[in-house]
């Protein structure tokens, strides 16, 4: 008489696989671990699961010709067993049944089913075999598969088979740990799942809360000034398209202003803005950030991450300082931007994202391209529509309006009254040449209202000769000649004066920029604005 499950020999191994896979949370390691302690039973050769999925692989599937109609199929997803005639392991995914289409042989017809397909001596019943020489040369016998259901639905199929006959004891025990297999498949997908999301969201925050600290840094787009009016003509011309827009302008001009003005007037406001500052992204996890990578892909991937374009799907993907990517990723960009698809850092899977980028530089990409460092293929896809970001120097007609309102602005945050500018301080503002540009002017205006909380307003501008600006826009500033004959400055020659004057303090400090004595010191001004200049005008130390 056959013994009831509960007082039979060797049930051990049997609870302690119910109770592991109640607590695993993942389902790749819920997989294995189901497979391995099934292939470890006495007599068993080899144990699989497969998972209903979407068709992958139908051009070159060897089954595709059976299948009904290729858009589902039984993946193999785990295995474990090893060969009786040569001892190789059998934990690979690959090999002619790692698919197998629905109502096809065993594995197919148990699946489309929902019902097990037991056969106790194959040698007695070979009708179900697929490959009948490897069953004779691994003396296989038994064969076992069972539905994994849940809530009535069939998630896969869980396969046994034994070098031996199939016994009424193990057949109970098979289909008890197939109806709990299915509850913790779909429980550990749930986890997944949840994981997922709230790292989504994590990420989400920290996006949101970087956008809010931005956006009250600059705040909206001010100004009134022709050169402004014109980049705001073209916002409203490209921003309700898919079109490819490439920001160009000097550090602190605003273009993430610009590109979230194209965010609003798109089709896509509803979905998020994301930004990734190229300059800052480590070399290494370019691909990581652009993509997201899966747990144990590198050192140091403790759980899986989404990355930047499936963030910003049906919305709008910004990559500021685009100029900074490296040469070889630059292709696999490329590559997502033209075929919407990408594969995370240790994932097979192909995903697709719809995403429009807005890129911006205050590079020369052209001249870049022309190097050799920027990919031209790349450089004409995302410059579809260019739009140029005026300097404050070519605006400052918006001067008066943009520091009442960065002066608005600081006193709100400061708790104390408004500070308005006097005529002649604003007067001295219009009359800088402002190299920080919008940022510049902010930082002033800021610091101007913290030092004067108790006293009066006072403006500290840096008095280097070169740093004057012409008072009315588009005119250049009066000059006297040694001769004493006032004549007007083209920008070319005020421009010719600020590179004369920064390589004259470079040279005075042996070409050391920050730092006390250093040239933003001699200056007057901060150092990161000083090698913004250096940059944009292509100065470089000699030798």
């Not at 007037?265 to 993509?291: H, Q, T, W, Y």
């Amino acid at each position: 008489m056959a013994l009831r499950p509960e007082t039979a020999p060797g049930i051990g191994p049997y609870r302690r696989l119910l109770l592991d896979m109640a607590q695993e949370r993942s389902v790749e390691a819920l997989l294995h671990l189901i497979v391995d302690r099934l292939a470890q039973l006495p007599d068993a050769a080899l144990a699989r699961i497969w998972l209903l999925e979407r068709g992958d692989i139908c051009p070159t599937c060897p089954m595709a010709a059976e299948c009904p109609d290729q858009t589902a199929c039984l993946h193999l997803v785990a295995s474990a067993g090893r060969s009786l005639e040569d001892g190789r392991d059998w934990s690979g995914l690959g090999g002619r049944f790692r698919r197998f289409p629905i109502g096809v042989y065993k594995v197919g017809l148990i699946a489309s089913r929902a019902e097990a397909i037991e056969v106790p001596d194959l040698q007695e019943d070979g009708r179900w075999l697929a490959d009948p020489g490897w069953a004779c040369r691994e003396r296989i016998r038994g064969f076992a598969g069972q539905p994994l259901l849940h809530r009535g639905q069939v998630l896969g199929v869980l396969g046994v088979f034994l070098r031996a006959r199939l016994d009424g004891d193990l057949l109970v025990w098979l289909r008890m740990i197939a109806d709990h297999a299915a509850a913790a498949i779909a429980n550990a997908r749930a986890f997944e799942e949840i994981e997922r999301l709230r790292s989504r969201v994590e990420l989400e925050n920290d996006y949101l809360r970087a956008e809010v600290k931005a956006a009250s840094s600059f705040g909206e787009i001010v100004g009134a000034s022709p050169a402004l009016r014109a980049v705001l003509e073209q916002v409203d011309l490209v921003g309700p398209t898919d079109a490819g827009v490439l920001i160009l302008g000097e550090s602190g001009t605003g273009k993430e202003l610009v590109a979230r003005a194209l965010h609003e007037r798109s089709r896509r406001r509803e979905g998020p803005m994301i930004k990734v500052n190229c300059a800052s992204v480590p070399r290494d996890l370019f691909e990581s950030e652009f993509f997201g990578h899966t747990r144990g892909s590198f050192t140091g991937a403790v759980r899986d991450r989404v990355g930047r374009f499936e963030l910003a799907g049906g919305g709008t993907l910004f990559l500021d300082e685009v100029g900074e990517i490296p040469l070889d990723m630059q292709g696999k960009l490329l590559r997502v931007i033209q075929e919407r698809t990408f594969e995370r850092v240790g994932e097979e899977r192909s995903r697709t994202v719809d995403v429009r980028i807005i890129a911006a530089t205050n590079q020369n990409l052209k001249a870049e391209v022309e190097a050799g460092r920027f990919r031209q293929d790349l450089y004409y896809r995302l410059s579809v529509f260019p739009i140029v970001v005026p300097p404050l120097r070519e605006r400052l007609d918006d001067v008066p309006v943009l520091a009442a309102h960065f002066m608005r602005s600081s006193c709100w945050r400061l708790g104390i009254p408004e500070r308005p500018l006097a005529p002649t301080q604003l007067a001295e503002l219009q009359s800088y040449a402002w190299p920080g540009n919008i940022r510049e002017l902010q930082n002033v205006i800021e610091r101007a209202a913290i030092a004067s909380r108790t006293g009066l307003l006072r403006l500290e501008l840096p008095a280097s000769a070169n740093s004057r600006a012409p008072k009315n826009p588009g005119a250049s500033t009066p000059h006297s000649n040694p001769d004493g004959v006032s004549r007007l400055l083209s920008y070319a020659e005020v421009e010719s004066l600020e590179r004369e004057n920064l390589l004259a303090a470079l040279r005075l400090a042996h070409w050391k920029v920050s730092g006390k004595g250093g040239a933003a010191d001699l200056l007057g001004v901060k150092a990161t604005t000083l090698s913004s200049r250096i940059k944009a005008m292509g100065i470089q130390r000699p030798g």
